[in-house]
């Protein structure tokens, strides 16, 4: 059993990044180097931490081995081109490990303005993600509700 968690600032580095302990607390392992890595989440296979990261300016969801050893890199399944993550969680997984849901801003290049829209994707896979729109009703408080 382990826990993953946001670490500011450890040894002066500036940097969120992203660690995995024991459940107790006990053998601390630093997952992502340099990265600005919040709100992390466990695959529930075990393979993977996804967590929020920050490129280009944007917010997106980025994964990393849950055994270390791996480069952080965007998760490809959450990608939704031309937008950005609109809520301050990030992300959500499903208990059965097979989806993904992120609440994203895409914006239109012509009135620039964004619309929210809710994006499932399957985990793993290659296929874009679906895209239902969405109303402020049904977000609150930067997290999926």
Sequence with gaps: RSIVF???NHAGSKAMNIWRAGADGSNPVQLTHGTQGLWPACSPDGKW???TGIEGGN????KVPFGGGG?????????VPDSF????GG???SPDGKQIATVVSILDPATK?????????????KQPPHLIPMNQGFFS?????
């Design 141 to 145: 408080q930067g997290h999926l509700v």
């Design 49 to 51: 931490v996804y967590f």
């Design 85 to 88: 993550l609109a809520s301050s």
């Design 59 to 62: 917010a997106v969801v980025e």
């Design 6 to 8: 946001s670490w500011y």
């Design 91 to 93: 992300f959500a997984i």
């Design 113 to 125: 303005i964004g619309a929210m829209k809710l994006a499932l994707a399957a985990l793993g896979s």
């Design 71 to 79: 480069e952080a890199k965007p998760a490809p399944e959450a990608v």
